[in-house]
C-alpha cells in the first residue's frame, strides 16, 4: 500500500536549495548516483565473501529513454530494505547537513557544487535535474519484496512495495524539459570518463548504431576504464585523475595538495596512494570527520573506510587508498582493528607521510606553509600524541614570533638557528592574540636582549608544550612563567639587585602581599620586567591563565591558579610607595595602590579585571588628585 511521508524540514531545504541555487555544475549528478552505485556493489560483494545467496556478476547500468525523457541508473549492489530505504532517502541522518547548509549560504552559488558529497547529500543533487525521481530497491540475499520510493522534491515522497527481479537499486531520474541533454550518449560518456573512470566494476550501456545497411545492432559498451588508480604507474596517471579520484575519496570538495604513491614490498606488501587536500574541511574536528578514513582494499576488494587504526587520529585528513595482499579477504571487520599487519601497514604510511611533508618543508615552503595554515593544528596534535614520531614533528611545527612580522612561520630549528650565542632556552609564551602578546610585560627583558620569542596562540599549542620541552639540547620556557633567568653574567648582577631591593623594601612588599589576601600566591621583586611596573607570573607547573580559558570555552571546569606578582624594582612606584608606607603605615591609599597594581598587571596581559567599576573609580580619583583639584 502506497505510503506518503514527509521530508523532515533540513531536507526540505536541501532540496529547495538543489532546485534553485546549485546550478553551476549539473553533471555531478550523475557522478554521485554511480558514486552510490559503486558503493552499494562493493558492500555486496563484500557480503558476498560470507553469504553464497548474493549474486556476483556486477555491474551499474545506465539506460537512456529518450522517449520518455527518463535516465536510469541501476545497480546489482546491496539493495536497501523498506525501512533502509526510508532511513537513508527520506532523511538526512548526518549531523553535518546543517553545517552543510550554513556553508552554501556563505559559499552562494559559486563553489556550492563542491560542497555536495561532503555531507552526504549526494542522492539529492538528482533534483538539480529532474522534476520526478523514483528508486527501486531489493535487498541482497533477502526475501522480502523490493521498495519503490517517489518524489518530486518538494514536500513529500511516497513509499510503496514494488517488484524487482534482482538484488540492487535502480533510480529513475525523470529529466526536466530544460535537461534533456543528458539523455544523449555523447554527453553521459564525457561525464563518465572526467569523474567515474577509476570505478573498478563496469558502467555498462546499450548503444544502438545504424549499419551500413540502415539495419540497427543493439550493443553493450562498458563507458570506463576500469583501472583501479593506485595499482597504475605513477606516470600514467594524470593531474587530473588524481583530482577526481581524490574528489571521489574525500566526500568534500577541492582539489588535492598532493598526492603520495606508495608500494610497499618485503615484509609488509600493499600499495597506497594517498592525498592531501588543499583545504581542511570545515568539519574537520567533528566526529563525522574521523569516521571516515583511508579506504582498505585488499586484493583489490573494498573492505572497509571505517578502519581506524590505519592512520593515527591526528592524520585523519589524509584521504587514499590502501590495497593490501598481505591481509585474508575473509577477515572480519572486527579483527581488521587489532590486526598486525594493519599496524604495521599504519607504521609505513604515517613514515612515508611525514617524510613526504618534511620533503615539501625543504623544497617548496609556499606550498608546506599553504598546508600548515589549513593542517598545522593536527601536526600539533602529533607532537603530543605519536612519541614514536616527535623527532620528525617537531621539524615540521611552525610558529609567529616576536621578531618576525605577523603571519610569518618559524621552526624551532630556524628559531635556534637564530638565537644570540649566549641565549641558552627556547622562549615562548602563549595566549589568545599575538597584539596582545606582543606588548605583555612578560617579554620586556627578553627584548631588550635581543632574545626572540615564540608566539603560541593556537589554543592546541598549551599542549604541545606540555610534550615538547626540549629541542635541539635547549629548553623550551615559557617567558610568563616562574623567573628568567639569562645567562650567568648578568644572573650575578640582578641577584644582587633583587636581594638589596627585598631587603629594603621588604615590609612593603610584605604589606601587598597581605593586603591582596587569596588572590596571588606571592609577590616577589622581578627579573623579567624593564618598563612595566609589575606583572603576574604563572608559577613553574602550575597551569597558565591562558589554559584556564581555554578550558572554560569547552565547557570545563578548572579551578583557577593564584599567581605571583612580581614588581619592577627600579620602578618609581617602589620608592613612592615606600614613601608613603615609611610615613603611615595606615594609610588607606596603600591598599587601594595595591589593588591598583594587581588590576593593571591583569590589564597588560589582556586578562579581564573582576571589578571594572572600581577599577574606573580608583583610576578617576587618581586622576582628580594629579590635576590637583
Ligand atoms: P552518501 O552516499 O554520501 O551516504 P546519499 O544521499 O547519496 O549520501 O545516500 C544516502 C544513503 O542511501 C547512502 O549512504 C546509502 O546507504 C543509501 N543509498 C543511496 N544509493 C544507494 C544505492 N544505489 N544502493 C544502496 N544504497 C544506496
Given at each position: 500500500?502506497?505510503?506518503?511521508k514527509?521530508?523532515k ?29 559503486a ?12 553469504n ?9 547500468r545506465?539506460e537512456?529513454d529518450?522517449?520518455h525523457?527518463i ?13 533502509e530505504?526510508?532511513?537513508n532517502?527520506g ?6 547537513t ?8 556563505k559559499?552562494?552559488e559559486?563553489n ?7 555531507f ?9 535535474v529532474?522534476d520526478k ?8 540475499g ?5 521498495t ?5 522534491g518538494?514536500?513529500d515522497?511516497s ?8 538484488q540492487?537499486?535502480t ?12 539523455l ?15 570505478i573498478?566494476h563496469?558502467?555498462?550501456m546499450s ?5 551500413e ?8 559498451e562498458?563507458?570506463?576504464?576500469q583501472k583501479?588508480?593506485?595499482l597504475?604507474?605513477?606516470?600514467d ?6 583530482k ?10 577541492g582539489?588535492?595538495l598532493?598526492?603520495i ?7 609488509s606488501?600493499?600499495?597506497a ?15 563525522d ?6 579506504h ?6 573494498f ?5 581506524n587504526?590505519?592512520?593515527p ?12 595482499s598481505?591481509l ?8 581488521l ?17 611525514l ?14 606553509v599553504n ?7 593536527n601536526?600539533?596534535?602529533?607532537v ?11 621539524e615540521?611545527?611552525?610558529f ?10 618559524i ?6 638557528t ?5 641565549q641558552?632556552?627556547i622562549y615562548f609564551?602563549t595566549?589568545?592574540e ?8 612578560h617579554?620586556?627583558?627578553l ?15 598549551e599542549?604541545?608544550?606540555?610534550s ?15 623567573e ?17 631591593a627585598s631587603?629594603e ?8 602581599k597581605t ?16 618598563d ?11 597551569p ?10 569547552m565547557?570545563?571546569?578548572m ?8 614588581i ?7 620608592a613612592?610607595l615606600?614613601?608613603?608606607y ?5 594609610d588607606?591609599?596603600l591598599?587601594e ?16 579585571i573582576p571589578?571594572?567599576v572600581?577599577?574606573?573609580k580608583?583610576?578617576s580619583?587618581l586622576?582628580?588628585?594629579s590635576?590637583?583639584?
Amino acid at each position: 500500500m502506497s505510503e506518503t511521508k514527509k521530508f523532515k524540514t533540513e531536507v526540505q531545504q536541501l532540496l529547495d536549495l538543489m532546485v534553485h541555487s546549485l546550478y553551476s555544475n549539473k553533471d555531478i549528478f550523475l557522478r554521485e548516483l554511480i558514486a552510490n552505485a559503486a558503493d552499494a556493489i562493493d558492500k555486496a560483494r563484500f557480503e558476498a565473501l560470507t553469504n553464497s545467496e548474493i549474486a556476483t556478476d556486477w555491474e551499474i547500468r545506465i539506460e537512456a529513454d529518450k522517449e520518455h525523457s527518463i535516465l536510469r541508473i541501476s545497480d546489482n549492489g546491496i539493495g536497501m530494505t523498506n525501512e533502509e530505504v526510508i532511513k537513508n532517502i527520506g532523511t538526512i541522518a548526518k549531523s553535518g547537513t546543517k553545517a552543510f547548509l550554513s556553508a552554501l549560504d556563505k559559499n552562494k552559488e559559486e563553489n556550492s557544487p563542491d560542497l555536495i558529497g561532503q555531507f552526504g547529500v549526494g542522492f539529492y543533487s538528482a533534483f538539480m535535474v529532474a522534476d520526478k525521481v523514483e528508486l527501486i530497491s531489493k535487498k541482497a540475499g533477502s526475501k522480502d519484496s523490493a521498495t519503490c520510493w517517489e518524489s518530486d522534491g518538494k514536500a513529500d515522497y511516497s513509499i510503496d512495495e514494488s517488484t524487482r527481479e534482482n538484488q540492487g537499486t535502480t533510480v529513475i531520474v525523470h529529466l526536466k524539459e530544460s535537461e534533456k541533454a543528458y539523455l544523449e550518449e555523447w554527453k553521459i560518456k564525457e561525464i563518465i570518463k572526467k569523474y567515474s573512470d577509476y570505478i573498478e566494476h563496469p558502467i555498462k550501456m546499450s548503444i544502438t548504431r545504424k549499419k551500413e545497411d540502415e539495419s540497427e545492432e543493439t550493443t553493450d559498451e562498458v563507458l570506463n576504464s576500469q583501472k583501479a588508480i593506485w595499482l597504475r604507474s605513477a606516470n600514467d596517471i594524470t593531474e587530473e585523475e588524481h583530482k577526481n579520484f581524490f574528489q571521489h575519496l574525500s566526500h568534500f570538495g577541492g582539489d588535492p595538495l598532493m598526492h603520495i604513491q606508495y608500494s610497499a614490498e618485503g615484509t609488509s606488501e600493499f600499495k597506497a596512494l594517498l592525498y592531501i587536500p588543499e583545504k581542511a574541511p570545515f568539519d574537520l574536528f567533528s566526529q563525522d570527520q574521523k569516521k571516515h578514513g583511508l579506504h582498505l582494499y585488499i586484493k583489490r576488494v573494498f573492505i572497509s573506510d571505517e578502519c581506524n587504526n590505519l592512520l593515527p587520529d591526528y592524520l585523519r585528513f589524509v584521504k587514499g587508498v590502501v590495497d593490501s595482499s598481505d591481509l585474508p579477504l575473509n577477515i572480519s571487520r572486527e579483527i581488521l582493528q587489532d590486526n598486525p599487519t594493519i599496524l604495521k601497514i599504519n607504521k609505513n604510511i604515517v613514515k612515508k607521510i611525514l617524510s613526504e611533508l618534511t620533503k615539501l618543508k625543504e623544497n617548496d615552503l609556499e606550498k608546506y606553509v599553504n598546508f600548515y595554515h589549513e593542517f598545522g593544528k593536527n601536526l600539533k596534535e602529533g607532537v603530543h600524541s605519536d612519541f614514536a614520531n616527535k623527532e620528525k614533528l617537531q621539524e615540521l611545527v611552525m610558529f609567529e614570533s616576536m621578531t618576525n612580522e605577523p603571519g610569518k612561520l618559524i621552526s624551532l630549528k630556524e628559531y635556534v638557528t637564530a638565537m644570540p650565542e649566549k641565549q641558552k632556552e627556547i622562549y615562548f609564551i602563549t595566549g589568545e592574540e599575538r597584539a596582545v602578546l606582543e606588548n605583555s610585560p612578560h617579554l620586556e627583558l627578553l627584548k631588550k636582549n635581543g632574545y626572540d620569542v615564540l608566539f603560541m596562540i593556537d589554543p592546541i599549542d598549551e599542549w604541545v608544550v606540555q610534550s615538547l620541552t626540549e629541542y635541539d639540547g635547549k629548553k623550551l620556557k615559557a617567558a610568563g612563567k616562574g623567573e628568567i633567568e639569562l645567562d650567568d653574567e648578568s644572573k650575578k648582577d640582578t641577584d644582587k639587585k633583587l636581594k638589596k631591593a627585598s631587603k629594603e623594601h621588604k615590609n612593603l612588599i610584605g604589606f601587598i602581599k597581605t593586603s591582596l589576601g587569596e588572590k596571588i600566591k606571592d609577590v616577589r621583586f622581578s627579573k623579567r620586567l624593564t618598563d612595566s611596573a609589575c606583572c603576574l607570573v604563572s608559577d613553574e607547573y602550575d597551569p597558565t591563565p591562558n589554559m584556564e580559558r581555554i578550558f572554560k570555552a569547552m565547557n570545563q571546569s578548572m579551578p583557577s591558579t593564584k599567581r605571583i606578582l612580581e614588581i619592577n624594582p627600579d620602578h618609581a612606584l617602589v620608592a613612592g610607595l615606600q614613601g608613603v608606607y615609611d610615613k603611615s603605615k595606615d594609610d588607606p591609599k596603600l591598599a587601594e595602590f595595591a589593588e591598583l597594581l594587581y588590576d593593571q598587571a591583569l590589564l597588560a596581559e589582556g586578562s579581564p579585571i573582576p571589578d571594572p567599576v572600581n577599577f574606573s573609580k580608583r583610576i578617576s580619583d587618581l586622576m582628580v588628585v594629579s590635576l590637583g583639584k
